[in-house]
């Protein structure tokens, strides 16, 4: 019988240093770091495209995806939203230079796209866009995709990955008098749902993945198994308040939405 750790018995997570070794603008609103060093030399080829790692600032850590991997040069990319002085890790990022150290722990991370699906449905706000154009790098030349990225203004895009077959669809914040999430969810609701074998990654703010997972579960019946779906935070909270919420908000959603009461 596999015996299950509780966290307090879970050998602690080793942390890593790595050097940011050049610094890149994809868009105004957005800013990737380079980084390199042996600790990542000695880090495993990455399998998926939701890795993330928990960077350490302090006694803080911050949750980020790993925009990339490269296995010949160990070189590392993370990409960061920043907001002017807004936040604790975006200023950082817009500040560093070549030589800075950061340290983290990592990576985890659960879910890559899967090869023999028709269609990918990719949606998400500035924070997924990292683990979403990971996912259209990794995509097979004849998967289709239709992508739906909500950024502040249209100085928000980025490039991504250009071919037949992938749509993508950018929401700009500032042409809507709308929240977080919420030009998002309707432009995802009122279009055409795609035939065939679906598979959907729904990340983003919270806000937006209630309302899309009733819409994916309960009015599309997409099989549980063909949708990744979490906030990766929360309006109003910052990422310490909204993981020590986030079981709570998933099982009233869950209760909410498919009739099995809250623990």
């Known amino acids: 019988m596999m015996r ?3 966290p ?6 080793p942390v890593r240093t790595a050097t940011v070794l050049r610094t890149e603008r994809l868009s105004a609103h ?4 380079i980084l390199g060093g042996p600790d990542l030399a000695a880090l495993p080829p990455l399998e998926l495209t939701d890795h993330y790692i928990k960077i350490k600032f302090g006694d803080v850590t911050r949750t980020y ?3 990339s991997l490269d296995p010949t040069t160990h070189e590392m990319a993370l990409d960061f939203v920043v907001h002017g002085d807004e936040g604790l890790a975006g200023p950082w990022a817009q500040r560093a230079q070549p030589g800075d150290t950061l340290t983290f ?3 985890g991370g659960a879910w890559a796209p899967r090869s023999t699906a028709d269609t990918h449905l990719l949606v998400g706000d500035d924070s997924a866009l990292p683990a979403i154009a990971a996912a259209l790098d990794a995509l097979p030349a004849t998967t289709r995709a239709e992508v739906y990225i909500e950024v502040p203004d249209a100085n928000g895009r980025q490039p991504l990955a ?3 077959g992938i749509n ?3 929401i700009h914040r500032d042409e809507h008098a709308m929240g977080y999430g919420e030009a998002l969810t309707y432009a995802v609701q009122t279009a055409p749902f795609p035939d065939g074998d679906v598979e959907c990654f729904i990340h983003g703010n919270a806000d937006m993945i209630k309302p899309l997972r009733h819409y994916l579960f309960n009015e599309r019946a997409v099989p549980r198994d063909r949708v990744s779906i979490s906030g990766y935070w929360r309006t109003g909270m910052n990422e310490d308040g909204w993981q020590s919420s986030k079981r709570e908000f998933v099982a009233r959603m869950e209760a909410e939405q498919d009739g099995v009461p809250a623990a």
């Open 30 to 33: 957005m800013v990737r770091l």
């Open 168 to 170: 993508v669809h950018w």
């Open 4 to 6: 299950m750790m509780s």
């Open 65 to 67: 995806t790993i925009r």
């Open 8 to 13: 307090q018995n879970r050998p602690p997570r």
């Open 105 to 107: 722990m990592g990576p």
């Open 162 to 164: 250009d071919r037949d």
